[in-house]
């Protein structure tokens, strides 16, 4: 996109040119900022994820530990 705007800019002239000039730079510092954020947030994220995921893991473990101590009481209910 910001190629085309490129070859829009070399289309205008005067005052037209100024101000598609200065929201070029604008929209090329906003990009350059997203894809700063971008990359900082997409490693947090992955970290979060991977605490999720352990978290996960931890809490099957638990569960399927309790489940077999309950299995292990259960008994037939007398009659």
């Not at 929209?27 to 900082?40: A, G, P, R, V």
């Not at 999720?52 to 259960?74: H, K």
């Amino acid at each position: 996109m910001l190629d085309e705007m490129e070859e829009i800019h070399s289309a205008v002239k005067g005052e037209t040119e100024n101000s598609f000039t200065q929201a070029r730079n604008e929209l090329e510092s906003c990009f350059s900022d997203l894809i700063t954020w971008n990359s900082q947030t997409s490693e947090k994220l992955s970290e979060g994820q991977g605490a999720v995921m352990n978290t996960v893991a931890q809490t099957t473990e638990t569960v399927q530990s309790a489940a077999d101590g309950i299995g292990s009481l259960a008994r037939n209910p007398n009659r």
